[in-house]
């Protein structure tokens, strides 16, 4: 079965420090997203990506965060300066159309802000 | 964001018995409804979903009954196994404008902790 992949499984940063977090995603699927879920709480958006570009934005997503797709397989979340409240697991997902299919999630990379 | 509501934290049931996990949501836009599972250090994994101009869904031991006067959601295993137990998360997403299709983003419940028993 086709998975979406994300490297690295954990990640230790400074604060201050920027993180790259990455993903591979299902080969034919046209949509990305990256979620999060701090501890405790719940899975929540951040960003959805197609054709390109940044389709749609939660508020949490802002000038310290930015996505790309930088060679048409990997997906990738930059935090530039990262904050301890950044600390969570980090979800990359992917989908082939609408929602009623469903997107398929990566195991995610916890993140841990020291 | 209070938009999906899980408001039962944990659930036991027996092996062999039904399981009803349920979800309530506020915003009338959802178009889509979707069920995730998720084990502990695993991402969630897609179940079943069901569309708003629908009012149930099944697929082998999951079906999904929603009644949107209500606005509510629930999602029936039968018969549990362990092996079901897991975070059960409530999904749904909106369209994205008026005649749009819903390649949106998911706004998660709170997640119920399914514990079925041998």
């Known amino acids: 079965e086709p998975e979406v992949t994300q490297t690295p499984s954990h990640q230790v940063t400074q604060m201050g420090q920027e993180v790259i977090l990455r993903c591979v995603p299902i080969?034919?699927?046209?949509?990305f997203y990256w979620y999060r879920q701090i501890l405790g709480q719940k899975v929540e958006f951040l960003v959805s990506?197609?054709?390109?570009?940044?389709?749609?934005k939660s508020e949490i997503f802002d000038d310290q965060f930015s996505v790309e797709r930088p060679d048409g397989s990997n997906f990738t979340l930059k935090i530039r300066s990262t904050k301890l409240e950044d600390s969570a697991m980090y979800f990359c997902?992917?989908?082939?159309?609408?929602?009623?299919?469903?997107?398929?999630f990566g195991s995610g990379t916890r993140l841990t802000v020291v | 964001d209070q938009q999906v509501k899980q408001n039962s934290p944990s659930l036991s049931v027996q092996e062999g018995r039904i399981s009803i996990l349920n979800c309530d949501y506020t915003?009338?836009?959802?178009?889509?409804f979707l069920w995730y599972k998720k084990y502990p250090a695993e991402g969630p994994t897609f179940l079943i979903s069901?569309?708003?101009?629908?009012d149930k869904n099944e697929d082998g031991r999951f079906t999904v009954f929603l009644n949107k006067s209500a606005k509510h959601l629930s999602l029936h295993i039968v018969p549990s196994q362990p092996g079901d137990s897991a975070v059960y998360f409530c999904?749904?997403?909106?369209?994205?404008?008026?005649?749009?299709?819903?390649?949106?983003?998911?706004?998660f419940g709170q997640g119920t902790i399914l514990t079925v028993h041998p």
């Open positions: 997902a992917s989908g082939s159309g609408t929602a009623i299919y469903g997107y398929t």
């Open positions: 080969s034919n699927h046209l949509y």
């Open positions: 990506f197609y054709n390109n570009e940044i389709s749609e």
């Open positions: 915003n009338s836009m959802f178009d889509y």
């Open positions: 069901i569309s708003s101009i629908k």
């Open positions: 999904a749904a997403s909106a369209a994205l404008g008026a005649g749009g299709t819903s390649y949106g983003k998911l706004t």
